[in-house]
């Protein structure tokens, strides 16, 4: 299983999921190496501020690679935010 942080369009459609196991949302598209997720609707807004992503105004979010603390086969884990 790899755990390497490379974002891939294999990942497309791999779950978010954040430090305390929590699903933050699924990625929809990778474009140039970077993971768009689209979110949860029940995370809160203090994690959608964590991350950068501001406002509940877009349907996708671009995912900061310095954020993501792994890759495997079923998901993208994030380190502390």
Do not use: F, N
């Not at 497309?12 to 933050?24: A, H, L, M, N, T």
């Not at 993971?35 to 979010?61: C, F, N, Q």
């Not at 495997?72 to 935010?81: F, M, S, W």
């Amino acid at each position: 299983m790899a755990t390497d942080t490379e974002i891939t369009d294999s990942d497309e459609g791999k779950k978010v999921i954040g430090q305390d196991g929590d699903e933050i949302g699924r990625v929809v598209e990778v474009s140039h190496g970077t993971a768009h997720v689209e979110p949860d609707p029940d995370i809160s807004d203090t994690i959608m501020t964590k991350l950068g992503w501001g406002s509940r105004g877009e349907d996708t979010y671009p995912l900061q690679e310095e954020k993501v603390e792994s890759v495997t086969d079923d998901e993208i884990r994030l380190g502390a935010i």
